[in-house]
């Protein structure tokens, strides 16, 4: 059991160095890791898995990029019945580190705190409240992306 979780560690470490060496390798794709890292709750595992997940970041809209990683709310209607809203399909890899992200932006991250204690302060479940947090997350992602910027504590209070 030992030696099967060593083998394990080192093919993840093998993998780790080889996403690192192949965004090292490409000017645009190192930009883009510098302007997410910048952001407070992502990181290098995620900022990787957005770069190699989402080319389109920095390209489209924020409703396009909601809705590619599958964060954007569909409406469950049919005829006269109007159902709840639901976030489903997109990439379910950015969706999940996504989520992973907001963990660590609720706590680091004072635009995304601020948001998520609206959200809980006017009645949305935690669940519900992270989804919004993620979308948010992906959404100030690619709007620094397209504006070449990196995270700014003072802008990131008029979020």
């Given at each position: 059991?030992?030696?099967m979780?060593?083998?394990?560690?080192?093919?993840?470490?093998?993998?780790?160095?080889?996403?690192?060496?192949?965004?090292?390798?490409?000017?645009?794709?190192?930009?883009?890791?510098?302007?997410?890292?910048?952001?407070?709750?992502?990181?290098?595992?995620?900022?990787?898995?957005?770069?190699?997940?989402?080319?389109?970041?920095?390209?489209?809209?924020?409703?396009?990029?909601?809705?590619?990683?599958?964060?954007?709310?569909?409406?469950?209607?049919?005829?006269?019945?109007?159902?709840?809203?639901?976030?489903?399909?997109?990439?379910?890899?950015?969706?999940?580190?996504?989520?992973?992200?907001?963990?660590?932006?609720?706590?680091?991250n004072?635009?995304?705190?601020?948001?998520?204690?609206?959200?809980?302060?006017?009645?949305?479940?935690?669940?519900?409240?992270?989804?919004?947090?993620?979308r948010?997350?992906?959404?100030?992602a690619?709007?620094?992306?397209?504006?070449?910027?990196?995270?700014?504590?003072?802008d990131?209070?008029?979020?």
């Amino acid at each position: 059991m030992t030696e099967m979780i060593t083998f394990i560690n080192r093919q993840m470490t093998g993998i780790e160095n080889e996403i690192l060496r192949i965004i090292a390798s490409c000017s645009v794709r190192k930009r883009k890791a510098k302007i997410l890292k910048s952001i407070p709750g992502i990181g290098p595992v995620i900022s990787g898995v957005l770069i190699s997940q989402m080319p389109e970041l920095g390209q489209i809209g924020r409703k396009q990029i909601a809705a590619l990683a599958g964060l954007a709310p569909f409406n469950r209607d049919s005829g006269r019945t109007r159902g709840r809203r639901h976030i489903y399909g997109g990439r379910a890899a950015v969706r999940c580190q996504l989520h992973m992200g907001v963990l660590s932006a609720i706590r680091y991250n004072s635009a995304i705190k601020k948001f998520y204690k609206r959200l809980i302060e006017a009645g949305k479940i935690p669940k519900v409240a992270m989804v919004a947090c993620a979308r948010k997350l992906l959404v100030i992602a690619n709007t620094m992306i397209k504006n070449n910027t990196l995270w700014r504590e003072n802008d990131a209070k008029n979020a």
